[in-house]
């Protein structure tokens, strides 16, 4: 999900889950300093995918905005299971669930 209107720049964790919410996890903004300048993690082309091509959440345009992208779950046998998406791929079609 993304902020609302007006607080576009402010970078906050997005929650991420699949259509059950089996998997959830969240992608939590960079840490920019004088020595890491590089967004290696993604969080920004992401940002930029739901904030320009994105869709109102449940609560309408004051709720931010989501979107819809292609993943998938690997499951581990001795950790949490990791949530991953493809951001090369463009968006994922809306879905109603």
């Given at each position: 999900?993304?902020?609302?209107?007006?607080?576009?720049?402010?970078?906050?964790?997005?929650?991420?889950?699949n259509s059950d919410r089996s998997a959830k996890t969240f992608?939590?903004?960079?840490?920019f300093d004088d020595d890491n300048?590089?967004?290696?993690?993604?969080y920004q082309?992401?940002?930029d995918q739901i904030t320009n091509s994105g869709t109102s959440g449940a609560l309408g345009a004051t709720g931010g905005?989501?979107?819809?992208?292609?993943?998938?779950?690997?499951?581990?046998?001795?950790?949490?299971?990791?949530v991953s998406?493809?951001?090369?791929?463009?968006l994922a079609p809306n879905q109603t669930w």
């Open positions: 999900a993304a902020l609302p209107p007006g607080v576009e720049d402010t970078f906050v964790p997005m929650l991420l889950y992608l939590h903004p960079p840490s300048t590089d967004d290696d993690g993604g082309k992401i940002k905005q989501k979107a819809y992208f292609y993943g998938f779950v690997t499951e581990t046998k001795t950790g949490p299971n990791v998406i493809d951001i090369q791929s463009g």
